[in-house]
């Protein structure tokens, strides 16, 4: 699959803006830079999801493997960055209205679109004479089991939601208070975490509270990755190298959080320097949930059905034609439900 991975890189490119004098802190955290660089990590995502239906063992398809199992968990990384930032830039933006939405609009509509995959997987279980216990269906619905989806990520963002709604209901206006209080409960999750599920439950959360530490501290720290291009590159270097080092010692999980906050660092300083900006990546970005959730359904079926003894790269290629045509009928539903439900309010 090195190949894969190889037009993978290839495509990113196209499109992609690089500045060598400059800086570009109106574009690096766009709307439609960091949905390019979540279509970059969704597929990256894909790929690596891919590996749980197909051993390789090709020389090169191996190659291909290898980048996913050296990335890890850093393939979430940004995902859980720019959340947090997002939330940070709309609460300037908003205010305290903002959190008071919070409830409504970010736990349960994250929770109901979860939920609504998660039937659909009920169902294709029940096809495919897939036997579950009833208590691992009723967990499944809140992300702490499994019935062929993928969970952990979305356990983890929505209980990162509540705890975001808990601070900044205790600090009110006071965002800073807000952000030491999101920092001080997401510990907290992570001590928790760590006695009851396996790593990756919790050892990138907090690059949501780096996010949001972020934001509302943007223009300080871009004073400083900017301030010439041998700090920006001396920054990216060190925090590049640090996450290498980091990497090798990721069986202790301190040192696997540390590796996520150090991968994360190191990729927004040179987003400030090459900005992704591809049509399709950009589309894949804005239904990243969508792909997430529904991927392993056509590896599933199609791993079932032999297409990956057949042949590994239409394997590949059906299952993400497949994904990307349910992750599209799938968001026109979610659009659906999201109108009856969550109406907005009338001026």
């Not at 291009?229 to 270097?237: K, L, P, Q, Y």
């Not at 400030?272 to 079926?301: A, C, D, Q």
């Amino acid at each position: 699959m090195a190949i894969v991975y190889a037009a993978l890189f290839v495509f990113s490119l196209i499109g992609a803006k690089i500045s060598i004098k400059s800086f570009n802190t109106k574009e690096y955290l766009s709307m439609d830079s960091t949905n390019a660089v979540r279509g970059v990590y969704i597929m990256l995502i894909f790929l690596s999801h891919m590996m749980q239906y197909y051993t390789y063992t090709d020389r090169i398809d191996t190659l291909g493997g290898s980048v996913s199992k050296t990335l890890g968990q850093m393939i979430v990384v940004m995902f859980m960055f720019y959340s947090g930032y997002g939330i940070g830039e709309s609460v300037k933006r908003k205010g305290y209205a903002y959190i008071k939405s919070f409830p409504m609009n970010r736990v349960l509509k994250t929770w109901l679109h979860f939920a609504i995959a998660i039937f659909i997987y009920f169902i294709l279980s029940l096809i495919l004479h897939l036997n579950y216990s009833a208590s691992r269906i009723a967990l499944a619905f809140i992300g702490w089991t499994s019935i062929g989806n993928s969970n952990w990520y979305i356990f983890a963002v929505v209980v990162l939601y509540i705890i975001t709604w808990i601070s900044f209901s205790i600090a009110k206006k006071n965002k800073l208070v807000a952000a030491a209080i999101v920092t001080a409960l997401t510990v907290v999750y992570i001590i928790v975490m760590s006695f009851v599920k396996e790593n990756w439950w919790f050892d990138t959360v907090l690059c949501y509270v780096a996010g949001l530490w972020y934001s509302f501290f943007k223009e300080k720290i871009e004073k400083v990755l900017t301030k010439n291009n041998i700090v920006w590159f001396a920054i990216v270097v060190v925090t590049a190298i640090g996450w290498w080092h980091v990497h090798w010692y990721r069986s202790i999980p301190v040192m696997r959080i540390l590796e996520a906050l150090l991968f994360t660092v190191s990729f927004v300083t040179a987003t400030l320097k090459v900005s992704v900006r591809n049509k399709p990546l950009i589309w894949m970005g804005k239904h990243t949930f969508e792909i997430y959730i529904l991927m392993r359904m056509p590896m599933k079926l199609l791993s079932m059905w032999g297409l990956k003894d057949f042949n590994l790269y239409l394997y590949f290629a059906a299952s993400l034609a497949a994904t990307l045509v349910l992750s599209f009928l799938f968001s026109k539903m979610l659009q659906g439900v999201d109108k009856l439900i969550f109406k907005p309010k009338k001026s």
